[in-house]
């Protein structure tokens, strides 16, 4: 159990929701196949929370989401890393690219 102060309620909701999310991970029995998780998030870089849950999930399959182009690489010059759907999407783009992520972690693992 993980007990928050903070004297701003923002800040404690949102350490007790990060908080919640890492041990969902770290406690959970039932494998977990993916992380869809937002890149830029008020106090939370989405790159440090995977980082976290690969740690102890390192079979898990990252997607990154951002409303920024700029920030992950361009379209025909894609930084390394995991795959990037750029929000607002459509639900097939998200699907899509949520299916090239877990085929990837299937073909790492072999």
Do not use: Y
């Given at each position: 159990m993980v007990l928050v102060v903070d004297d701003d309620r923002a800040i404690r909701?949102?350490?007790?929701?990060?908080?919640?999310a890492v041990?969902?991970?770290?406690?959970?029995?039932?494998?977990?196949?993916?992380?869809l998780?937002?890149?830029?998030?008020?106090?939370?870089?989405?790159?440090q929370l995977a980082a976290i849950?690969?740690?102890s999930r390192t079979d898990c399959a990252v997607v990154f989401m951002t409303g920024d182009r700029d920030m992950s690489g361009r379209?025909?010059?894609p930084l390394p890393g995991p795959p990037v759907v750029f929000?607002?999407?459509a639900v097939a783009?998200?699907?899509g690219t949520i299916e090239t992520a877990l085929a990837s972690r299937r073909d790492a693992a072999r």
């Open positions: 909701h949102l350490a007790a929701r990060v908080l919640s041990a969902i991970v770290l406690g959970s029995v039932r494998p977990i196949g993916l992380l998780t937002d890149i830029q998030m008020p106090d939370v870089d989405g790159r849950v690969r740690e379209a025909d010059k929000k607002p999407f783009e998200l699907l």
